[in-house]
Each structure stands twice: as structure tokens, then as C-alpha cells.
């Protein structure tokens, strides 16, 4: 930028684009709420007031759900050349990489970035150079990476003591004592991304099925994340509230309710790298991980259909497929008979639709992992509310210890001299001081200005009035079982290993295979479905 720093700009950018936001007025925005699935599910869960099926199909394979294990299977066969397949829709398009739009503005409503993929994620490799993200050599430890999607800097910063830090842990105020058990957790958690056990695997991979199955470190798997902590001596206030933050925002839980295990492959397991961008870079687009979902199921070429799996039964032929979807105030049913079906859809759907699912192994009872309820809030800005003297705006901002996990700034990936005159920030709420249960009967029952005052949580903690003068639109997603968790014992869950392995008509995809709701799980179930299909 010809001897000017993006911090630089930055600074002059925000001192032009404020004054206009500074003038207006005080605005009362009514949210525009989703509860994608919520009153679908709920209608069709005990098959309440179904018509007759009005039409027929039948196809060689039909994927249920078009989140991303959907899209991911879709891919794969197209890939390995088959093309006799069709693609359910489910409740909502995309599922959790779903994406939204003010005007021209786009704002994730779902997952929104995406870390380097690991050697291991090779099928993660596979999808972001077959969409250009990866530029060359895709199997090289260091791949290249297109920079528009390579999260710029400033890319996260912390609101702490009412003041910001780069960074996301807090250094300013910290004794001598808490500064040496940060640097001590960082340099074991980087040691364990080399760890390998007995029987020659990395103890932490991405996808987890790929981890080592060695006993020693597979310990970790029965006791709580917080549990070890204090064991080993991490005690320290800011570190452990970083921690429990780390904790809800990849698993939806704090550290005292998930696994040991899981909560050291949160970051051991990222040991992804690329030849043009820093350690522990991310891939991000305005919409979140919504143009990648749209690249795989344009390049899958899928028959698409709209509706929703009801029930799926075997027969002798295959498996038959009735299906609904909304037709006017009520709901058209079909039927699909194909040869081979994937549920690609989170289990605690799954147990409704396919009646039979206790023979493949799996108990909802015992098995069922539980499922962390989130809220995604998008404001629309009319310019941006003013920052503290000296702050830049970064891409991911959190609030220490805040009540929600920050928020992320959908503007930030665009360069340009002038401050574009509207933005979105995008606030992301997880409900880990209650249970799930508890989450999702607030939520189900939460007016549109309790949604509103969770949704502004963290953005009035740092603007106050501010945001109310800037906003004039919200929209927000709720989402009752956006995640799984994994609990204490999620690795030795032998409901999911049954469903991982099974073999049959019907095949199983989803992250919730994994105990945890991440891209590259997702992802790898139902490219692990398409590949039995193949052969």
C-alpha cells in the first residue's frame, strides 16, 4: 500500500466512515428471527397429519440433508464419476454454512472460517483446490492459498478491562506468574501437535478417526478439559477464562463439561501451515463458509428436491424414502426408492426418521451426544460505530469473559480506499451456563426483544448507545441443536463407532459421527459415505 500500513489505513478509514454514523439518530430495529427446521422438525416428528404421497422417484442414491456431509457425499460421487444420485434440500439449504444477505452485503448464519487444513484433512485439500482457494501444490506441507481468503490483519483482538489487545489472551494486568502458565500451556499444546503413539499415529488429527488409538493418551477421553487443567497446574484466571471461551466457540460447552481429550485436540490438531500467510491463519469469506458450500454442490451437479426425509426403511429392492415438503399451510408427501440412501443429517433428526436405527447400534438413549444450542445475529450498520482512540476494528472481536463470543465484521475482507458506507457485524451466542434442554426452551419461547438484548450482548458491552444510532437491521438465526459436544466419553460413545462403521443400504454422515461439529468432520463423513458407494 505504497509505505502505508493496513493498521494505518485502517485508522484513517474508521476516522472518515464514523462521522456519518455519528450523526444519526437513536433507530429501534425489529429482528427479522430464523428457527430453520424448528417448526418443520416439530410438525413432522410424529408424522402428525401427513397426506398421502402424491408422486414417485427413484434414483441410484439419495443424500438426506444438504448441510455440508450432504455436499461433501455429492461431491465425492460426482468426482469418482457417479452421477445417479439426488440431493434432499432438508429444512434449510446449506444446514449450518448457510449464508444471508443485505443487499449486496453477504453474513455467515452459520460456521464462518475455516483453519488451514492439516496434512491429514486431504479430502479438505481436495475441495479447496478443486474451488481455487488452494492455488498450488495441495499436498505440500505449505500450500498457497488465494490471499483474498486468507484472513487479513488486524484478525482478532480482545476487550478486556474496558480497553483492547491484539490477540484473543489477555496480557495486560497479567503477574509474571499467570504470563509463565500461558507460555507453558502453548509450548505443551505445540509439542503435542507431534505426538505420536504407540502404534505410530499423531495422538491429535483432524479428522478424528485418523487420531491414535493408543490407550494412554485415550485416558484423557474420561475426565473433564477443566479437570486436567487444574491437575496440571493451569490455574491461572485469564488463561482459564480463554480456555472456556476456546471451549464454547468450537464445541458449545465450557471446560468442565467436555472432554480432556477433545479439549487439547482443539489445539493440537490444527497443524495446518500455508507458503503465503502465518501459523494459525483461518479462511474466511463474508458469508462464512457459505460460497464453499455453494462451490460443492454446483460442482456435484446433484438433482436437487426440496423437502424433508420423514421416514426411511429398508426394503428388499433398497430403501424407500417418504418424504414432505410445505405446500401451502400444510405439507405434499413423495416417495424416493433408490438403491442406497446417506443421512447426512444431525442424529438427533435421525432417530425419528429412520425408525430401525437401534439395529445399526445406536441407542438415542445412551448414544445421543448432546447438542449445544447458538444464536447467530447479523446487524446491518449504516457506517460503523465509533472505536476508542488508537483501536482498529479486526475481523474477530471477543469480549473477555463476555456473555456472548464476540462478533465478526463481514467488510473486513474487502481492501479499498474509502470505508465501504455499510457493513454487517455478525454476533455469535452459545447457552453453556444452562443445559441444552434449558437453552432450547428459552429460545423456543424468547420474544424478538430477548433475542435482541442476547443478540447485543458483547457489541453494547463496547459501543453502548453506539450501535443502536448505527443499526438499522438484524437479522437472527436460532439454531436449538447447532453442535454437538464432546462430553467426557464421547471417544468411547460405541453407538457412534456402530454408525461410523456401518456398511449397508443405509449409510450414515454427519459431524455428530465425530462427537463435535466442525467442517472438516462433516466433511469427511460424507465423503467417507460416497467412497462405500463407489466400491
Sequence with gaps: MSGLSRRQFLLGSAALGLAGCSRLGWREVTPVVNTPGMSMGHALRDHRNLPAPSASYKTGTIILGSGVAGLSAGWRLARGGYKDFMLLAGPEHYGNA????????AY????????????????????????????????????????????HAPDERLFVNGHWEDGLLPQQGQSQAEREQQARFFKYTDQLKQAVGADGKRVFCIPVEMSSADPHWLALD?????????????????????????????????????????????????AGQAANASEGAVLTWPGGLNPLARHLAQSSQAQWHEGMAVRVDETPAGVRVLCAEQSGHGFRTF????????????????????????????????????????????FLLDGFPAEEPGAVLAWDNVIHGGRGLGYVVSTHQNITWAPPSKTVFTAYQVYSDRTPQQARQWLEHATPAALYDEAACDLKVVYGRRLQQCAIGLDITVRGHAMASPAPGFLHNAGLQALREHDGKILFAHSDLSGFSVFEEASWWGVRAAEKILG
Design 98 to 105: 448457510a449464508g444471508g444477505a443485505f443487499g449486496e452485503l
Design 108 to 151: 455467515p448464519k452459520g460456521a464462518h472460517y475455516l483453519p488451514l487444513p492439516s496434512m491429514e484433512s486431504r479430502h479438505v485439500r481436495d475441495m479447496l483446490f478443486d474451488a481455487g482457494v488452494i492455488e498450488a501444490e495441495p499436498y505440500a506441507p505449505k500450500p498457497r492459498f488465494d490471499e483474498r481468503v486468507l484472513v
Design 222 to 270: 474420561q475426565q473433564t478439559f477443566a479437570h486436567w487443567l487444574d491437575q496440571a497446574g493451569y490455574t491461572a484466571p485469564g488463561l482459564r477464562t480463554y480456555l472456556d471461551y476456546c471451549c464454547r466457540d468450537d464445541f458449545g460447552a465450557l471446560a468442565n463439561q467436555i472432554s480432556a481429550w477433545a479439549g487439547l485436540h482443539y489445539f493440537a490438531a490444527r
Design 335 to 378: 416417495t424416493v426408492d433408490a438403491d442406497r440412501v446417506i443421512c447426512a443429517m444431525p442424529l438427533h433428526v435421525a432417530q425419528y426418521v429412520v425408525p430401525q436405527i437401534a439395529h445399526y447400534g445406536f441407542d438415542a438413549t445412551r448414544h445421543m451426544p448432546p447438542h449445544a444450542a447458538w444464536v447467530i445475529s447479523s
